[in-house]
């Protein structure tokens, strides 16, 4: 009896905790005057319009959904949305040793405590099925002298799926503030390209 649990016990850790994680995102703390540099960018151009109406089409080619548009203050609210697996390595664990702890239980009770294991198997499906991953986005583009200071920030949200089901919580289980330089090169890049479209 001992040998068969130790072999199911060695099969679930064997399994579940040589799962691919999804690698997080380090972010090295930076200063808020370097954050404030990877988030602006200034144009060699005084009409702001013109800069305000190229920021709004590179966000809608990105995949950005405009929520708000406030032409006086130069003000721009977009967002995002895409599924995508994020798995928590402590959930999984923590999910890996109740199953393992279900699976003792089931043995030891020659099989009358089996239905409780699917418990935490629902729970670790949960962990490994996609996740909607929310960014909000927010531009800002004003006068700075005869030119044009455009700033971008991005937050993204990770929301919580509920008990496997594809409902989702309204509350985030991680929020991100994004502070890594390609992510605002690559918008500043494609916003270059869209403000010499709109001089065409």
């Given at each position: ?38 988030q602006t960018r200034v144009y060699d151009t005084s009409d702001t319009n ?66 409780i294991m699917a418990d935490a198997i629902r729970k670790i499906n949960n ?63 494609e916003l270059d390209k869209s403000i010499f479209y709109e001089k065409i």
């Amino acid at each position: 009896m001992k040998k068969t649990v130790s072999i199911l016990l060695t099969f679930i850790f064997a399994f579940y905790f040589s799962l691919p994680a999804c690698a997080k995102k380090i972010q090295v703390a930076k200063s808020q005057l370097e954050v404030r540099e990877i988030q602006t960018r200034v144009y060699d151009t005084s009409d702001t319009n013109e800069v305000l109406k190229a920021a709004i089409n590179t966000l809608q080619d990105e995949g950005y959904s405009i929520l708000n548009i406030e032409d006086e203050l130069g003000y721009i609210q977009a967002k995002k949305e895409f599924k995508a697996v994020r798995i928590d390595k402590k959930r999984m664990t923590g999910y890996g040793f109740l199953l393992a702890y279900y699976v003792t239980l089931t043995a030891l009770t020659y099989g009358l405590e089996a239905p409780i294991m699917a418990d935490a198997i629902r729970k670790i499906n949960n962990e490994k099925s996609p996740r909607t991953i929310v960014v909000d986005s927010n531009v800002n583009v004003e006068p700075y002298g005869k030119k044009t200071k455009v700033r971008f920030t991005l937050v993204e949200k990770e929301l919580e799926n509920a008990d496997g089901y594809s409902y989702i919580k309204s509350s985030p289980r991680k929020v991100i503030r994004i502070y890594a330089a390609p992510v605002y090169q690559e918008f500043f890049g494609e916003l270059d390209k869209s403000i010499f479209y709109e001089k065409i």
